[in-house]
């Protein structure tokens, strides 16, 4: 398995965060490897992380981290573009530990959309520590 997010470049965008505070809640917490920053939303529903490869990319698994308290219920990826999107669903437990998450057929896009449809925080607000997509 080969991280797509060390080997490949990306943009990364997220629905929001917590009161705009970049600097302590930034989207770039999430793939810095450091187990004490993290990405943390805003309040509201749905949240939700876009990866932008700069070139199409086959994805087969990714990883989330969350924080216990503040993970994302009723989630699904979608992959690819306006023309072709694919749909997954997928079902983190509440828990502070690293899920990994096998795609049912691995899929080549550039566009992979993350979204949070609930949260099992009572705001709405969504807390990761780590994001990885693996080929």
């Known amino acids: 398995?080969?991280?797509?997010?060390?080997k490949c470049n990306f943009e990364c965008r997220v629905?929001?965060?917590?009161?705009?505070?970049?600097?302590?809640?930034g989207k770039n917490y999430m793939f810095d490897n450091c187990p004490e920053t993290c990405w943390n939303s805003d309040a509201g529903s749905p949240q939700w992380v876009i990866?932008?490869?700069e070139q199409e990319c086959e994805v087969r698994s990714f990883e989330i981290e969350f924080q216990g308290g503040f993970v994302g219920k009723n989630c699904h990826l979608e992959i690819g573009n306006k023309e072709t999107k694919f749909h997954e669903s997928f079902y983190p437990e509440d828990?502070?530990?690293?899920?990994?998450?096998?795609?049912?057929?691995?899929?080549?896009?550039?566009?992979?959309k993350f979204i949070f449809n609930k949260s099992t925080d009572f705001y709405g607000r969504i807390i990761i520590y780590k994001l990885s997509l693996y080929s």
Request: hydrophobic share 35%.
């Open 15 to 25: 629905s929001s965060v917590l009161n705009k505070n970049n600097r302590s809640y």
């Open 51 to 53: 990866i932008n490869f």
């Open 1 to 6: 398995m080969t991280c797509l997010l060390k």
């Open 95 to 112: 828990k502070n530990a690293l899920q990994v998450f096998n795609l049912k057929n691995p899929k080549k896009a550039k566009t992979f």
